[in-house]
């Protein structure tokens, strides 16, 4: 019978521990704020424009912000994320004109996150709306081309912790991918000067994998120096789209160079608390 009751009042610590740390433990939720400028190459095709493929320069900037949840910090991760790209191409096998590209991309993401030693792996789901235009110097009836996006996808992440020559180092892969969502696309030939009059006609069609195409690879790496972190990386985005027998074709290939923080924001009427637990959503 003493054993016994030895053994209920162990139990009886163990849990009257556990659901006193909650009240006992304050976890803060660093934000991770990260800018970033992109340069590389633009592959763009669109046959409501032009029947050649263009290739040239592409720029971008960037903004990417990661935080814990509050209602599980270890296990769930916010990312928020902003883009708005630009890219100027000029070569194509007739050597007669040049293609312009503007587009403005936000995103949204809530994944799942499991500690495994150094590895850190997430899954979950994100949204994201685009808008953009592509500008075509040849063409004189014609030659803009509206674009205009919204989805919802699957998102996957690996990261590794490490350091280099003393300084902590975080490697990451992320990828992106629409599963479902709406488009833009006008008829092959229509004018935008006949959608302006009414004809509205087949202009939005619903997205998935075989009409609207997109995968976003991000591999980065975050090298902290002091209370800065130094972010060195590569994108490669592919999108390619099919409606109203018009097909479109962008890939781009980036060199990605950053600077990402953490900080926390508190209230006035809050100190830090020296006892606190940080959970870091990438770090």
């Keep these: 019978m003493k054993k016994i009751l030895n053994i209920i009042a162990a139990i009886a610590v163990v849990f009257a521990a556990k659901a006193a740390e909650p009240d006992s433990v304050v976890v803060e939720r ?30 971008a900037l960037s903004y990417e912000r990661m935080q814990a949840m509050r209602f599980d910090p270890d296990r769930w991760v916010m990312r928020l994320s902003g883009r708005l790209d630009g890219a100027r191409t000029y070569n194509n096998p007739a050597r007669n004109a040049s293609m312009w590209d503007l587009d403005l991309s936000l995103g949204w993401s809530m994944s ?80 935008y000067f006949e959608i302006y009059l009414g004809n509205h006609k087949g202009l939005v069609h619903g997205a998935w994998p075989g009409n609207y195409f997109r995968l976003n690879n ?49 209230s006035p009427s809050r100190k830090p608390d020296v006892n606190a637990r940080y959970v870091s959503a990438l770090y």
């Design 30 to 59: 660093p934000v991770v704020s990260v800018y970033s400028l992109e340069a590389g190459s633009a592959h763009i095709a669109q046959t409501y424009l032009s029947p050649l493929r263009y290739s040239g320069l592409a720029l």
């Design 112 to 191: 799942y996150r499991r500690n495994f030693g150094a590895w850190s792996l997430y899954g979950g789901g994100y949204t994201s709306a685009e808008v953009g235009v592509l500008y075509a110097s040849r063409n004189g009836n014609n030659p803009v081309a509206a674009k205009a996006a919204w989805n919802i996808g699957i998102t996957a992440a690996a990261v590794y912790h490490t350091s280099l020559k003393g300084r902590p180092l975080t490697l990451r892969y992320l990828a992106e991918m629409p599963l479902t969502g709406i488009f833009f696309a006008p008829e092959y030939g229509e004018l």
């Design 218 to 266: 991000l591999l980065t790496a975050d090298i902290a120096l002091g209370r800065t972190i130094l972010r060195l990386g590569y994108r490669c985005g592919i999108t390619s789209t099919k409606a109203n027998g018009i097909v479109g074709r962008h890939i781009a290939h980036t060199a990605v160079v950053g600077i990402a923080s953490e900080w926390i924001s508190l």
